[in-house]
């Protein structure tokens, strides 16, 4: 090792070395507490203060790997985690993701490699197919995908865009200086006011508008209040609508949030991030009736798809009102197929600069299981999901507190606020499961999100059996 | 196969060959064109139209990959690129990254695993040691680091924590109301002209800086400036100083600098996306002095630190300033160690919501070369630079545009600005090598980039050879 470089025969036997690693961490992966049971502070502890001046063996690498890192993992791969929403993965995504890393190709223009924005291009064309989305979603239309890293940056990207729509490209030049307003529901995600923040716009500029009994927002009500705000000088310019909202799995009505939207010249950004994936199956397209009047839409592969984070998918009805707001073009990446204009510079269809070949781990994911196999067990996710809520609703001591459109199902047991956060604390420290909570309609309630790759009907049922005896026993002390 | 899934004794064989392709690779690696050589859709014409509706084998996946993509990569990796920046990576980087797929964690918040925020924390501090930056961009003081994607995307992260200290969070309320103005140098990366159109301040109150000979921002205009704008009634809210500018190279004065910006109360952010790496060394530390006066610092391990994209290290001195900015807790995520306060949440610390583990592939870079190994290889690369410029200099044909002061190498041929892009060209449609050119001065010049993994002295010799006998031939026609 006299350049300090692994060789590439040393590459061999320790990157098999931690290939098998990953297959035993899968097999044994249900003896791992889910929720990590460290304190503040105990892994930074164990880590030294200094670093280390002279090279390291692989094998010390990995010894603390297991020793120190493995005990503050939460573990999101384990068929026991039912917090917040799922963040799959699959091993056909880890090894595109691995050749991926291998490559070490940074694609942020065609010309830096010019098949990590065509399988990009071709792949989010195949997944508008998968999902029978409008064909102005295509890049053979209009429109096109383009693949983010969060939902959070295509909501910022989505805002941008429609502001510079809005403003005819002035904020871009001047900053922002029109009474913009935007609009969401009570149950939008957090990352929809963090982007209007970002954006210049203000969260005093956001109307949250209220939402009925199912948690969907009332276009009634949108349409009033963009009434009201135009009437007082403002300009609306922005509606995000969602499918499958985070705390409460609401289902926004798209087609008549969009009327309204195209009726009064707001771009409607669609957030599907977690139950986009649904779409994989006819009998859940419903919730997305109307996304032809959508302006953009994303959902992530890397919650509900097999498909490992980062990777969330943003498709746009009208790319060049994308590329007119994020373009920039320096002399150093000027270059002839970029001028000829025949290509795809996916730079400007987001914030960043740099981009990853992402693409390859969705292309290996989609070709490994085929769309019939991710159908397969996106129906039985819902399903588990129909089967607790079911259960649920026969207990006498819990309740639904709504029924689950999906894989997400909002429950709480019958006492007060305090038992049901006690009840969760109790059953994410036990280590054999671990569930989140929200609020809805002031109350607490507890969130079991059906949807990590290897959770299967056993589970589910032992951690229903879990959360019941956990109850029984609390309400006796 | 019934369920689909790859079991994990499929993966491990399909895992070992993955690791032997990157092997070999690497192994033949030299024998690739390095720009890739197809024409736009080349790629994509190879690839189905259609979504395969069943699953399909590995090895036909591997197939496609070699025939269809491969000849679509421009390989970064090679010893022989040149282009752009690096975007060098290593074998500890592609293991500690497939670790990072294989365990699928989300470290949004530190509860969803706290060996992610942890160890983020420690290694960023290793880093901040490693480099010999002040105090107060470390953890245990007033500040502390995170990782982002791209410096583009701290550039924005800054921008925008800036523009909330100079308009005490009420841009994020109201939006962007105040007469902000920023300043950079006419070689600042573009990202950050895109940063200030993204935050709503307007790319009109952008100020650009002229340069010295060397590239450098002039701090007597960039005062000057401040001064006029003052008297105007405009609020200079930010500072952008680059440690190597992608064009140039340029070393802006960073002391000087940061005494206007401490003087006229405007945040100074430092960029040094690529140069930043050679701070490990301490007879290049001469560049950032000043740093101390600097409120947030970036550098870019993925561009010349082995460390695979995307991995982007931004640092700031006060870290309340940062998550007040970026800070938004729904119901959904409380949980008892956020609101202990003994814990980092960096969701709080950037744009995203979700984050992957990108800690473990620094620390696999880190402890396998130790600060020693990565030392050495950021010597080599900037004597190769230096040998190369010495070339230049001795030759009759070719001129440096500014003598280099780190690893890239500006020149270009005596001749006229379209031979210099068909010389340009000519080498880089051999295959043989890969380099990019700019604009100094007006002049187009050629851009010698020397940082990836593989690049030894022979490489360089032998692309200082094909650059003049291309140029020789080409003189001739």
Redesign the interface.
Known sequence: MK????S?????E???K??????????NIEKYPV??Q?E?????EK?PN???????S?E??MKD?DE???????H??SPNFY??FP?????????G???S??????GMI???????T??E??VLD??A??MDMPEKFKSTSSGGGVIQ?????SA?TAV?AA?ERATKLE??????RQK?VAYVSSQT???L??AI?????????LRTIDVDATFAMRPDLLEEQIQGDKSNGFLPFFVCATIGT??SNGMDPIRKIGEICNNQNCWLHVDAAMAGTAMLCPEFRHFKDGVELADSYCFNP?KWMFT???CDVFWVGNRSELINT?S??????????TE?G??FDYRDWH????R?FRA?KL??V?????????Q??IRKHVEMARDFARWVDASSDFELMVDPPLNLVCFRHKSDDEFNLKLM?AVNESGKAFF????MNGRIAL?MSIGQ??TEERHVKQTWELIQNTAKKLSLL
């Open positions: 350049n300090y470089h692994l590439p025969s040393q590459f061999r320790e990157g098999k931690i290939i098998d690693w990953i297959a035993d961490y899968y097999e929720l990590s460290v503040p502070g105990e892994v930074i880590l200094n670093p280390p001046q002279k090279a390291e692989f010390s690498i790997m120190i890192i493995m005990p503050g993992i939460t999101w791969q917090a917040y963040s799959n993965t699959s091993f056909p995504s880890i090894l993701d691995l050749v890393s291998g490559l070490g190709v940074q065609w010309a830096t490699s010019p098949a990590a065509e399988l291009t071709r195949w997944l197919e998968m890293d969060t939902a959070s940056t910022l941008i502001r904020s871009n030049k001047s900053g922002v913009l995600h957090s990352s006011e963090k923040k970002m954006a210049g716009i203000g969260s005093d500029n985070t705390s890397h490992n984070f980062d994020f920039i073009l320096p002399e150093y990446l000027k270059n002839k197929a000829s025949a290509v914030v960043q600069l740099g990853r390859l292309w290996f989609i070709r490994q299981y085929g769309v019939e196999g991710l397969y067990h604390n989140t909570h929200t609020k969130r790759t290897h």
